[in-house]
C-alpha cells in the first residue's frame, strides 16, 4: 500500500469541485478505503477529495483564494468522526452549483469536472434542507457576477456616469432655446463660466442643509422598515408631511424664486457636485462595513461599476439614513419649489397676473404627485430601491439632480412657450389624472398594507398564493389585474403632466418617454427578482396575472 503523501493537520491547497479555483484547507484524515483526504475549509466546509485535487501549500499562488472565497460558505464544523460518508443528491446539486459558478472551462473539460463533482461527496451533518438553501445564495453571486461582468465589457456603468448628467445638460440648454425642436441639436454650449456660481452652491447646500434639519426634528411618526436579511428591522422618522408645511411657509414669506429659473444651469451644477462628492464618500464608506450591509447587486468588486449601482443598502450616519432622506427630501421637495418659481417666472416673462393653465395643472398635478408620497411617506420602505437597492450614484444624483432639474422640465418649458388650454382640455386632463392617481394610490396602499400586515381584516377578501418564503403574493385587487398596476396609474399620470405642454415640441414629453423606459426596464428587473425569491410560486402568480403593466397589451 503507497504511503498517504498528507498527514492530519497539514495544511494544504484543496481544488473546489468542479473549479479550477485552491483553497486552504486543513487535512483532517484519510479513508485508506475510498482513497479519499476528509479536509476542511476555512469557513468550514468540509469535503472529501482525491490526492490529485490537493496540492502542497508551499509556493502555490492564493489569488484565487482571497478573491472569492468557496462559494458553498456552509457552517458544517462540528462533523461527527463517528459518522459514516454518504452522498446526497441536494448536496451533489450545491457542489454542482459551485462548478457553476468558477467554472469557465470549455464543455469537454466540464464534463469532467462535473463527474469530479459528483464523485466528491460533503459533510454528512449538512441537511439537506441547509445545502439546498445554498442554492439560491450561489445562483445570485453568478447573476450578480453576470451583471457586473456586463456592465466591466460593456459600455455600463462608465457610459452612464457620463451620459446621465450629459443628459441633464443637454435637456437645460435645450429649453432655453426659442425653438427646442431636435432640428436645433446640438443646442450651443455656454462658456465653462456660466456652469458656476458660488451662491449657487451656497442656496443647494443650505437648501440640503434646512432639509436636514427638518428631517431629524423629533416630530411625526416613526415607521419600521421592512426586515432586513439579518432580520433588523430598521426605524425611519417618516415626518415628510411636516416637512412640506415647513417649506410651503418658507415659501409664502416674499422669497424671490425667479432667481430659480435665471440660475438653473448653476443650480443644476451645484446640486451635481453634491451628488458627486455624496456618492464618493458612500463608495469609501461602504469600504469599511460588514458584508450583511451590502446591496446584493453593488457588490462586484468592479470600483466603477459599485461605485455607480450603490454598494451599502441602507448608509446612515446614526439614525439619519441618507438613502431614505435624499430619495424623499431634498429633490422631492425641490422640484415642487422649482416648479413653483417657473410658475413666477412664468407670469414676470408673459405678463400674466395670474399662471397659465398648463402652468397650474403642471404644478397642481406634481405637487400632488409629491405630497401623497410625503403623506405616504411609510410607503416607500416597501419599494424596491429601499428594500434592494445599494446607495450609491444612480440614486444619489437620481434624487438630487435628475429629479429636480429634468422632472421641472415641463414648467420650464411653459415659462417662455406657452400653450393655451381650452375648458374641455383642461377637464379632460384633470379627469386622466385623477384616474392614473387613484390606480396609483390605491395600488401602492394595496401592497404596502398587505406586506405590512399580511393577515390585515381589511385585505382578507384579496386572494394570495403562499411562497416558500413565508410571504405570500397578492393575486386579486389591483395585484391581480397586472402585476405592476402602480407603474400602470405612474404612466397615467405622466401622460396627464405631458398634455398640457402640447405637441409642438418633444421635449416636454422627455419624461413620459424616459419614464416608459425606466418603468419597462425596473418591471423586467423586479420580474427576475421576484423569480429568484419565489420561484415556482411567482412562475403561478405570472400564469395567474399574464400582463406585466398594461391589461392586454403589455
Ligand atoms: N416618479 C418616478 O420617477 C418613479 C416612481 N416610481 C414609483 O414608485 C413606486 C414603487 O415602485 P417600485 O419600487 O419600482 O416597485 P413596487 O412598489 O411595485 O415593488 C415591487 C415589489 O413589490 C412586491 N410585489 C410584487 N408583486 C407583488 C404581489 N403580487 N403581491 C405582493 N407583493 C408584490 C415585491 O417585493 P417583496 O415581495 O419582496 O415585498 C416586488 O419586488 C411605484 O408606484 C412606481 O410607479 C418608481 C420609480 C421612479
Ligand atoms: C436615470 C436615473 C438617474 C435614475 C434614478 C432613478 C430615480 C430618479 C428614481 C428611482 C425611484 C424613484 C422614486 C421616486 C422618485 C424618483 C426615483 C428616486 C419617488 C420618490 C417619487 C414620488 C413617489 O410618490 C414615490 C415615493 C412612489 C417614488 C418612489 C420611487
Given amino acids: 500500500m ?21 483553497y486552504e484547507v486543513k487535512v483532517l484524515g484519510f479513508d485508506a478505503k475510498s482513497q479519499l483526504y476528509t479536509v476542511i475549509y476555512k469557513d468550514g466546509t468540509e469535503l472529501e477529495l482525491k490526492e490529485q485535487d490537493i496540492k502542497s501549500a508551499s509556493g502555490f499562488q492564493t489569488r484565487s483564494r482571497s478573491r472569492s472565497r468557496s462559494p458553498g460558505r456552509r457552517r458544517s464544523r462540528s462533523r ?33 469536472k462535473l463527474k469530479d463533482t459528483v464523485e466528491v461527496t460533503l459533510s454528512p451533518l449538512v441537511s439537506a434542507t441547509a445545502s439546498l438553501s445554498v442554492i439560491p445564495v450561489l445562483m445570485k453571486k453568478l447573476e450578480i457576477t453576470m451583471i457586473a461582468l456586463y456592465f466591466f465589457l460593456s459600455p455600463g456603468a462608465y457610459f452612464w456616469l457620463l ?17 427646442p425642436s431636435l432640428v436645433n441639436f446640438p443646442p450651443p454650449l455656454p462658456p465653462l463660466e456660466a456652469f458656476w456660481d458660488a451662491q449657487a452652491l451656497g442656496f443647494v447646500t443650505l437648501w440640503i442643509l434646512f432639509q436636514a434639519v427638518l428631517y431629524v426634528l423629533p416630530v411625526g411618526k416613526v415607521s419600521e422598515g421592512m426586515p432586513l436579511r439579518s432580520g433588523e428591522r430598521l426605524k425611519y422618522r417618516t415626518n415628510g408631511e411636516a416637512d412640506a408645511v415647513a417649506v410651503a411657509v418658507m415659501v409664502h414669506q416674499d422669497v424671490d424664486l425667479t432667481y430659480i429659473h435665471s440660475h438653473f444651469l448653476q443650480l443644476a451644477t451645484a446640486s451635481f457636485l453634491i451628488s458627486v462628492l455624496l456618492s464618493i464618500y458612500l463608495y469609501v464608506r461602504s469600504r469599511y462595513v460588514g458584508q450583511e ?60 397676473d395670474t399662471p397659465s393653465n398648463s402652468m397650474i395643472l403642471v404644478n397642481l398635478f406634481q405637487l400632488l404627485y409629491v405630497v401623497d408620497g410625503l403623506w405616504n411617506e411609510e410607503a416607500i420602505l416597501t419599494t424596491m430601491d429601499l428594500m434592494h437597492d445599494g446607495f450609491g450614484f444612480m440614486l444619489a444624483f437620481g434624487d438630487l439632480v435628475w429629479v429636480p432639474f429634468t422632472y421641472t422640465i415641463q414648467a420650464y418649458y411653459l415659462v417662455s412657450h406657452p400653450i393655451p388650454l381650452s375648458l374641455p382640455a383642461v377637464i379632460a386632463i384633470v379627469i386622466l389624472k385623477i384616474i392614473g392617481f387613484y390606480i396609483f394610490r390605491k395600488s401602492n396602499s394595496e401592497k404596502n398594507a398587505f406586506r405590512r400586515n399580511p393577515s390585515d381584516p381589511k385585505l382578507s377578501y384579496l386572494k394570495t398564493i403562499h411562497t416558500a418564503t413565508g410571504k405570500s403574493l397578492l393575486v386579486s385587487g389591483w395585484w391581480g389585474v397586472v402585476r405592476h398596476p402602480n407603474y400602470l396609474g405612474d404612466l397615467i399620470m405622466a401622460l396627464a403632466w405631458s398634455l398640457p405642454c402640447g405637441f409642438s415640441h418633444l421635449l416636454p414629453w422627455y419624461y413620459m418617454i424616459f419614464f416608459i423606459i425606466l418603468l419597462v426596464h425596473r418591471d423586467s428587473r423586479d420580474m427576475s427578482e421576484c423569480r429568484r425569491k419565489y420561484g415556482s410560486a411567482w412562475e403561478e402568480y405570472c400564469r395567474t396575472v399574464r400582463y406585466r403593466i398594461i391589461p392586454h397589451v403589455y
Wanted: with cysteine.
Fill in 163 to 179: 451620459f446621465l448628467p450629459a443628459w441633464v445638460l443637454f435637456l437645460i440648454l435645450q429649453v432655453n432655446l426659442v425653438d
Fill in 80 to 112: 461527527s468522526p463517528g459518522r459514516t460518508t454518504r452522498r446526497s443528491s441536494s448536496r451533489t446539486a450545491a457542489a454542482v452549483a459551485a462548478a457553476a459558478i468558477t467554472d469557465s472551462a470549455p464543455s469537454s473539460r466540464r464534463d469532467t
Fill in 2 to 22: 503507497p504511503p498517504v503523501k498528507y498527514q492530519r493537520g497539514d495544511t494544504v491547497m484543496g481544488r473546489w469541485p468542479g473549479s479550477s479555483l485552491y
Fill in 293 to 352: 450591509q451590502l446591496a446584493l447587486g453593488g457588490n462586484s468588486g468592479n470600483v466603477i461599476y459599485d461605485f455607480f449601482k450603490g454598494h451599502e443598502l441602507n448608509p446612515r450616519i446614526q439614525d439619519f439614513d441618507l438613502k431614505f432622506f435624499c430619495e424623499m427630501r431634498p429633490g422631492l421637495i425641490g422640484w415642487c419649489l422649482i416648479n413653483f418659481a417657473m410658475a413666477i417666472a412664468e407670469m414676470k416673462q408673459q405678463g400674466l
